[in-house]
């Protein structure tokens, strides 16, 4: 269970570093401010994510659970708020696109360990 944890925290952060080579506006100063941030990330959704799902469930439920997008993206805004000049995301639009490619990024590198774990 820790190690798959671990593992999730890397990949995050591989994910992290792909997003911040597509975008200006989206800056990491390194693999270990990746790695910090894919850990702050990843205890935000496991507390304060739930909270932010609750409160919002009628909205997510109308927008059939793209407003799930928007939650990923506060959370972002928040790590990087917390972490300082090591992690800068330059406006909530850019924090929105980063949480879809991040969303679609860890399905796909979490499938490949899953298949290769499975060979």
């Known amino acids: 269970m820790f190690i798959r944890w671990i593992l999730s925290i890397i990949l995050n952060a591989v994910a992290l570093i792909v997003v911040a080579q597509l975008f200006d506006s989206f800056h990491l100063e390194g693999f270990g ?7 702050i990330l990843s205890i935000l959704n496991i507390i304060i994510k739930p ?14 659970g ?21 992690f800068v995301i330059e406006g909530f639009g850019t924090a929105l ?12 590198l979490n499938s490949l360990i899953k298949d290769s774990v499975k060979s």
């Open 66 to 86: 793209l407003f799930l997008f928007v939650i990923n993206a506060i959370t972002l805004m928040i790590t990087q708020a917390l972490m300082g000049s090591s």
């Open 97 to 108: 696109i980063a949480a879809v490619i991040l969303a679609i990024l860890n399905l796909l």
């Open 51 to 64: 909270i932010l799902i609750l409160l919002t469930l009628p909205i997510t439920v109308l927008t059939l």
């Open 33 to 39: 401010s990746a790695v910090l941030a894919s850990f």
